[in-house]
């Protein structure tokens, strides 16, 4: 499987210690890391396809602050999809609107038949890209419905239809970010934990300091915008168990 992180403040912070401790767990983790920062309305996606500590470019990059009020970041332990560049996280994609959608996963889709028509389409070929490509198509359909933009709760709502439709039978652990709202969906028991301070909020596979992380709810769609949780959808039970546990 891979780990993600995230972060989302209201103001911006030195992430180097806690991206250290997180990119350290690349022994385990070794085929490819990534992170996607945040500017002016736009993402610089910063990834290779190596162990991330193994690369020279990513230990020079955490040499100096990294401050941030947003920043997504991942470690790839491949299951599906060839070992290549195009295959680490984050994902970038543009729905119909222009909005921007970046996306990182943690988990594997063995029940895929959603996902099938978008592997024709996908620049490489992880199911998670395939994640993201099918919730594009959803917020694409909702928009067409509304003849206009969504707003955020709607665009919420089709976020959590979507990944509700996918999650049964499938670890579909995500943080994705629209521009606008970062969300968080865990539905496998301690695979997701989250710190949560005022006005700035820290999630990651595993705890990254002796602070008090908690579990990430699970099977819950969450929505967080400069730190402040905004929406919360309900718990929709369809919780991921690993076979024999």
């Known amino acids: 499987m891979c780990e993600l992180f995230g972060f989302c403040a209201a103001k911006s912070e030195n992430l180097e210690n806690p991206l250290r401790v997180f990119f350290s767990h690349s022994i385990q983790h070794p085929d490819g890391w990534g992170i996607a920062t945040f500017h002016g309305g736009g993402v610089t996606v910063e990834k290779e396809m190596l162990r991330a500590i193994d690369s020279g470019y990513l230990q020079k990059r955490l040499s100096a602050p990294v401050t941030e009020s947003l920043l997504l970041a991942h470690i790839r332990k491949a299951s599906v999809g060839a070992l290549e560049l195009g295959n680490c996280h984050p994902f970038v994609k543009y729905d119909g609107s222009g909005r921007r959608w970046t996306l990182i996963h943690n988990g594997t889709i063995f029940r895929g038949e959603r996902l099938e028509q978008y592997a024709m389409v996908q620049y490489g070929s992880t199911d998670s890209e395939r994640i993201l490509l099918y919730i594009i198509e959803q917020m694409q359909r909702l928009e067409r ?101």
């Open 145 to 245: 419905g509304l003849g206009r933009p969504a707003t955020d709760s709607e665009r919420f709502a089709c976020l959590d239809d979507a990944i509700a439709a996918i999650a049964p039978g499938n670890k579909v652990n995500l943080i994705v970010y629209d521009g606008v709202q970062m969300y968080v969906h865990a539905n496998m028991e301690a695979s997701l934990y989250w710190l949560i301070r005022p006005e700035a909020v820290m999630v990651s596979t595993r705890p990254l300091s002796d602070e008090d992380w908690q579990p990430v709810p699970l099977s819950t769609l969450i929505a967080f915008g400069s730190g402040r949780e905004l929406l919360r959808g309900a718990d929709r039970k369809h919780v991921y168990v690993e076979e024999g546990k």
